[in-house]
């Protein structure tokens, strides 16, 4: 009999230190009291908010707002373990900035003097001096501290963290499950004054206070086992979400195929996801199995969608469903293959050859220019008449991006500012464009922190300026030649797209010819660029004409044999540039320096061609 007894004794205390309850627990699920005896935090400094927790879930967790101007909770929870009592305390932290190499404080008690607090302390990763460090801390000398240097502490990543101490002379520290370490040492706490967010509430303040979200903190006055630990890291982390679609982008193309990433927090269960993409233009729409991801943390992932047509632009968005249902798709973003040379393509690209609509999707057109189309119905001919259209997929905030626009200033233009284009909001570093200031004097504008540049122009000659974003870098190009690099930061928000106007849509002033308009969703390089100018040049020129250049090579002049009458002679460097007009059959380029030009013959039908010409 006493033998089933003790059997029964045993059965029973391990099932009670199984199922230990905290003496104090806060799930901070919009709220700042515990639930079970209505103790609450009070909050000193910024106000606070509630954040996503660990497991995707809006509004489960407490933010701590305290960079700027400092932030902490307290609370006065008078049944705390003190002097050298067993305790643990268990929370899930959170930090999501580390400016100024802010020390982080998740949680502590007691008094601010030797020895007689107990409090948790993460070292950031940007630190000379115990970067990374755990610590527990007693206060006072560092001899009243314990701590140990486990992997890199990274920020927007919940951690979670249990500190043990049996009651005699072991303190545990464990992080994510694992045991970081454990110490000798007794502890004489005095006072059950608890702070979240900074070194204890008292006189001293070393201005440390941290950013980041505290969830499900437990306190109990026992020293629970490795078993226990293991039940705290893994129960609330089962639970099933729907899943989170937190953001898309593109990372590169062939020219049958391009790659996006996007980020996504399974929800705690296996996630299948569906990628819906359609051609710009097309309408009807494909979905595509996308990868299968499960854990309810969030993560990226990259895809590659195959088969695509070369040379083509799609939209995309991301779909995604578990078991707890389906998530809230991804916003629609864009990217467009290489063509058959794999040279990248424009999402948007505006050729203004007789009409104002966009190549690809004739439904997205500006309005009809007031001054009408020039140069053969090659141009549209603005004076001061503003074009603007909402554009829906023009790259946002820090994406990567390309706007490469051809226009000419007519003569008098440049007496006073040119708004060229630009598109986004007119408040600090959300727009992207360009600004002609003066005959040599240019900015690129972001609505604040601007570039500006030298770049001389003379009307009746078109330009290509080029603007590129590539991530890190802005970088400038006129006429296919670099100049100007920045590594200024901005964050464009907004979709209407302006030619003759700043992001303010009133005022301004341009008075000139746009012949051709090009916005991409990635980054030009050099090489790119150089295509590009090159492209532009040679399509300037129609082949409606016959004719003959004699001597060809030539030295001081060069003779034109054509049927017709003729109305002009012009000749231009391969970049676009005219350096030489004529109404002559025999022209004088004696002016001209060696290489190889293109000269373009118009007749009086207004016919026209072109031919390279090599000057010896």
């Known amino acids: 009999m006493k033998k089933t007894l003790h059997v029964l004794w045993l059965a029973l205390f391990s099932i009670n230190i199984n199922a230990q309850t905290p003496i104090q627990e806060f799930n901070f699920n919009g709220s700042l009291t515990n639930s079970a005896n209505n103790a609450t935090f009070a909050v000193t400094g910024n106000s606070i908010s509630y954040g996503t927790d660990r497991n995707g879930v809006?509004?489960?967790?407490?933010?701590?707002?305290?960079?700027?101007?400092?932030?902490?909770?307290?609370?006065?929870?008078?049944?705390?373990?003190?002097?050298?009592?067993?305790?643990?305390?268990?929370?899930?932290?959170?930090?999501?900035?580390?400016?100024?190499?802010?020390y982080n404080y998740p949680f502590g008690y007691g008094t601010q003097a030797a020895n007689q607090a107990f409090g948790v302390q993460q070292n950031p990763a940007n630190i000379t001096v115990n970067a990374n460090r755990v610590e527990v801390y007693g206060f006072g000398p560092a001899s009243n501290n314990i701590g140990v240097t486990p992997s890199a502490f990274e920020l927007n990543t919940w951690y979670h963290y249990v500190v043990t101490h049996d009651g005699v002379n072991t303190t545990k520290i464990y992080r994510n499950n694992v045991l970081l370490s454990s110490f000798t040492k007794t502890w004489a706490t005095t006072g059950t004054t608890a702070t979240i967010g900074r070194i204890i509430a008292g006189a001293y303040n070393d201005g440390q206070n941290f950013t980041g979200l505290i969830d499900d903190l437990k306190i109990y006055n026992v020293e629970l086992n490795a078993s226990q630990i293991n039940t705290l890291y893994t129960s609330g982390s089962t639970s099933v979400t729907v899943p989170v679609i937190s953001g898309t982008n593109f990372t590169g193309s062939t020219p049958t195929s391009g790659t996006i990433f996007f980020d996504i927090n399974p929800g705690g269960a296996t996630t299948t996801t569906n990628i819906v993409f359609t051609q710009v233009g097309a309408g009807i729409g494909s979905v595509i199995a996308g990868p299968t991801v499960s854990g309810n943390t969030t993560q990226t992932v990259n895809f590659t969608i195959p088969g695509l047509d070369n040379g083509t632009c799609y939209t995309y968005r991301v779909e995604a469903t578990n078991s707890a249902g389906n998530a809230v798709p991804s916003n629609v973003a864009g990217f467009c293959t290489y063509d058959a040379d794999f040279n990248k393509v424009p999402f948007y690209h505006f050729d203004f050859n007789g009409n104002t609509q966009e190549k690809s999707d004739p439904t997205i057109a500006f309005g009809n220019p007031n001054s009408g189309f020039i140069d053969n119905n090659t141009a549209i001919r603005l004076n001061n008449n503003v074009q603007a259209i909402i554009l829906p997929l023009l790259p946002q905030g820090t994406r990567k991006r390309t706007v490469a626009i051809k226009f000419m200033f007519e003569s008098g233009a440049l007496s006073q500012a040119n708004n060229v284009f630009s598109y986004g909001t007119a408040t600090a570093g959300q727009s992207f464009g360009y600004t002609q200031d003066t005959a040599s004097q240019a900015t690129h504008y972001f609505w604040a922190n601007d570039i500006s540049f030298s770049n001389p122009m003379n009307f009746g000659t078109y330009y290509t300026m080029v603007f590129v974003y590539d991530g890190l870098d802005t970088k400038i190009y006129r006429d296919g030649t670099l100049v100007n690099t920045s590594s200024l930061m901005f964050n464009t928000v907004g979709t209407m797209f302006r030619i003759g106007r700043t992001t303010t849509?009133?005022?301004?002033?341009?008075?000139?010819?746009?012949?051709?308009?090009?916005?991409?969703?990635?980054?030009?390089?050099?090489?790119?660029?150089?295509?590009?100018?090159?492209?532009?040049?040679?399509?300037?020129?129609?082949?409606?004409?016959?004719?003959?250049?004699?001597?060809?090579?030539?030295?001081?002049?060069?003779?034109?044999?054509?049927?017709?009458?003729?109305?002009?002679?012009?000749?231009?460097?391969?970049?676009?540039?005219?350096?030489?007009?004529?109404?002559?059959?025999?022209v004088n380029i004696s002016s001209l320096s060696k290489g190889i030009y293109l000269i373009e013959v118009t007749d009086v039908n207004n016919q026209k061609a072109v031919q390279k010409l090599i000057v010896e």
Do not use: H, M
């Not at 067993?86 to 400016?99: G, L, P, Q, Y």
């Not at 002679?569 to 004529?582: A, D």
């Open 58 to 102: 809006a509004n489960n967790a407490v933010q701590i707002n305290g960079i700027s101007g400092g932030c902490y909770l307290t609370s006065n929870l008078t049944n705390l373990p003190i002097g050298n009592a067993a305790r643990t305390i268990s929370f899930w932290f959170k930090s999501i900035d580390d400016t100024n190499n802010i």
């Open 505 to 586: 849509g009133v005022g301004g002033f341009f008075n000139g010819r746009v012949d051709d308009l090009r916005i991409y969703n990635d980054s030009l390089n050099s090489s790119d660029v150089t295509q590009l100018i090159n492209s532009l040049s040679n399509s300037e020129f129609s082949k409606n004409l016959n004719f003959n250049l004699y001597p060809n090579p030539a030295k001081d002049y060069v003779n034109i044999n054509v049927e017709s009458e003729i109305n002009s002679v012009e000749v231009f460097t391969l970049q676009g540039q005219k350096v030489l007009s004529s109404n002559q059959k025999e």
